[in-house]
């Protein structure tokens, strides 16, 4: 995963005709810093978001398990935002979609897409029913 980090840092600094020397300016990090970084050393994430930063890149923290449906939604749209996304899975009204995207995205912003969404009963109703299974999680003390 840092190896990953690094190599994408570098990438968009070559891809971007940027020196180390402008990157260190940039960033506010040394250059033998950078220099070290790049030939062997680790560094801690404040450092590694200065450089981010400096190149127009964001560090993110993402699932470790793609999102896994039953139905590919995005067949003919592989970059499907996940708003239209959610719109398609409210459509289909498969259960195990809805809890999959509940999973993936997160209860808050699969309610926000569904308040916004005119979606067929069936699909409220399960998503009520994921809610009250959420809440009833919560209160013996899981984490949602």
Known sequence: MFSD???????????????LSELARRSGVPRESISRLQHRQ????????????????????KPRHPLALQFNYAWAN???PRDRQLA?????????????AVRFWGW???????????IPPESARMLANIEAGLHQ?????AAC
């Not at 808050?108 to 005119?118: F, R």
């Not at 999680?137 to 003390?141: E, I, L, N």
């Open 78 to 80: 592989p970059g499907m």
């Open 137 to 141: 999680a919560a209160g013996q003390g």
């Open 42 to 61: 680790d560094a801690d994430f404040a450092t590694l978001a200065r450089l981010a930063d400096a190149l127009g890149l964001e560090l993110a923290a």
């Open 108 to 118: 808050d912003a699969v309610q926000a897409v569904a308040q916004i969404e005119q």
């Open 5 to 19: 980090i690094k190599a994408a840092l570098f990438d968009a600094c070559k891809a971007q005709g940027i020196s």
């Open 88 to 100: 398609a899975i409210f459509q289909r009204g498969i259960f195990a979609d809805l809890l999959e």
